[in-house]
């Protein structure tokens, strides 16, 4: 029997405490060949996407989070929910292969489910993030400015209240993508002033290769000005 890309998982949800599967994509079938300047990996094969099924949708409450969401609820915080998202609910499930459509709905269920959870900000950011890249697959560009901006908001949040520590995101590289979401999005001010952060890291960093992402887009950026001044 032909070995698919897909298997499923039994997940518990964090609110409901009900079991739902999800789908998830095979190790050996993710291969990346190249990276986009704000880390959108690009796999080689098309078909395959594994950034659909990052995010775990409730079926049966639509409470929907990642393995980077905490177990820990605030006194008051599942009546919120409850409230928001589960009693809006209608079942239905995101467990089998999912469209760009249901990636990007996820996410979004995602955002909402950690904002009212009071998740960490780097990790509102990270959904944010990835439905920007997802909408860049289908070219809506608006769509994906709006979670740049989104997603750039909340990196630097989560810079200034330092709680990106503890997690896999390093300080160069959450500097590095505030600097270049804000370039994305046109606010090069603030992309400037991020980027001579990451710059000023050079000899202390474990990232040379974030450092040198940085410096390209610097001189881009400069290069930019300069023919502008012409």
């Given at each position: 029997?032909?070995?698919?890309?897909?298997?499923q998982k039994d997940i518990e949800c964090l609110h409901c405490k009900l079991k739902f599967k999800t789908t998830k994509v095979?190790?050996?079938?993710?291969?990346?060949?190249?990276?986009?300047?704000?880390?959108?990996?690009?796999?080689?094969?098309?078909?395959?996407?594994?950034?659909?099924?990052?995010?775990?949708?409730?079926?049966?409450?639509?409470?929907?989070?990642?393995?980077?969401?905490?177990?820990?609820?605030?006194?008051?915080?599942?009546?919120?929910?409850?409230?928001?998202?589960?009693?809006?609910?209608?079942?239905?499930?995101?467990?089998?292969?999912?469209?760009?459509?249901?990636?990007?709905?996820?996410?979004?269920?995602?955002?909402?489910?950690?904002?009212?959870?009071?998740?960490?900000?780097?990790?509102?950011?990270?959904?944010?993030?990835?439905?920007?890249?997802?909408?860049?697959?289908?070219?809506?560009?608006?769509?994906?400015?709006?979670?740049?901006?989104?997603?750039?908001?909340?990196?630097?949040?989560?810079?200034?209240?330092?709680?990106?520590?503890?997690?896999?995101?390093?300080?160069?590289?959450?500097?590095?993508?505030?600097?270049?979401?804000?370039?994305?999005?046109?606010?090069?001010?603030?992309?400037?002033?991020?980027?001579?952060?990451?710059?000023?890291?050079?000899?202390s960093s474990i990232e040379p290769k974030v450092i040198d992402m940085a410096k390209d887009r610097w001189q881009e950026i400069?290069?930019?000005?300069?023919?502008?001044?012409?």
């Amino acid at each position: 029997m032909e070995l698919t890309p897909y298997y499923q998982k039994d997940i518990e949800c964090l609110h409901c405490k009900l079991k739902f599967k999800t789908t998830k994509v095979r190790s050996k079938f993710i291969k990346v060949v190249e990276h986009d300047t704000d880390f959108r990996p690009i796999y080689e094969n098309i078909e395959v996407n594994p950034l659909l099924y990052n995010t775990f949708v409730c079926e049966h409450c639509g409470f929907s989070f990642t393995e980077d969401f905490t177990k820990y609820f605030a006194p008051g915080i599942k009546e919120i929910i409850q409230e928001q998202i589960a009693s809006k609910w209608t079942p239905r499930s995101f467990g089998n292969e999912r469209s760009l459509e249901e990636g990007i709905m996820a996410y979004k269920l995602g955002i909402l489910s950690g904002t009212l959870k009071k998740e960490k900000f780097v990790s509102i950011a990270g959904l944010a993030l990835r439905t920007a890249w997802l909408y860049r697959f289908q070219d809506r560009n608006e769509d994906e400015i709006r979670f740049m901006e989104i997603a750039r908001d909340r990196y630097a949040d989560s810079y200034s209240n330092d709680d990106y520590n503890g997690t896999q995101m390093s300080e160069t590289r959450i500097l590095y993508l505030i600097a270049e979401l804000s370039r994305k999005i046109g606010d090069i001010e603030y992309a400037t002033r991020y980027f001579s952060k990451v710059i000023e890291k050079q000899n202390s960093s474990i990232e040379p290769k974030v450092i040198d992402m940085a410096k390209d887009r610097w001189q881009e950026i400069r290069a930019r000005k300069e023919k502008e001044a012409l």
